[in-house]
């Protein structure tokens, strides 16, 4: 299989628009859920990680709360209440651990 080398690109810090595209979930190491967001200007796919925990204090609950109602005890997919959304979220550059700097979703922005 051949792979095209892009440039690389890089979304400026601040304040963006754009559409949930998917969800997914892992769990080595951690129970993780991804939530990929395609920016509006740009076609840049970002993701936001969260622990695959729902509650009205944990980040993939308060993501969710933002398009429905949190009841203890219910069970929802984020999924199927994620996908299709549009969000204004914000965006830092952060340094990783092997040095490069990549864009990040701030907590709480989407």
């Known amino acids: 299989m051949e792979i095209e080398v892009k440039t690389s690109i890089n979304l400026e ?3 963006h628009n754009g559409t949930i595209e998917k969800v997914e979930f892992r769990i080595e190491p951690y129970e ?3 939530v990929f967001i395609k920016e ?7 993701k936001y990680g969260c622990p695959t925990l729902i509650s009205e ?3 993939l ?4 709360a933002k398009f429905v109602e949190l009841k203890v005890g219910d069970k929802l997919d984020p999924e199927t209440v994620l ?3 549009e969000v204004t979220f914000m965006t830092i550059m952060e340094k990783g651990r092997d040095g490069n700097e990549y864009n990040k979703v701030v907590d709480g922005s989407s």
């Open 57 to 59: 204090k944990t980040k």
């Open 61 to 64: 609950g308060k993501l969710l």
């Open 83 to 85: 996908v299709g959304k």
């Open 13 to 15: 810090d601040g304040k």
């Open 40 to 46: 509006q200007e740009t076609g840049f796919s970002i």
């Open 32 to 34: 993780y859920t991804d």
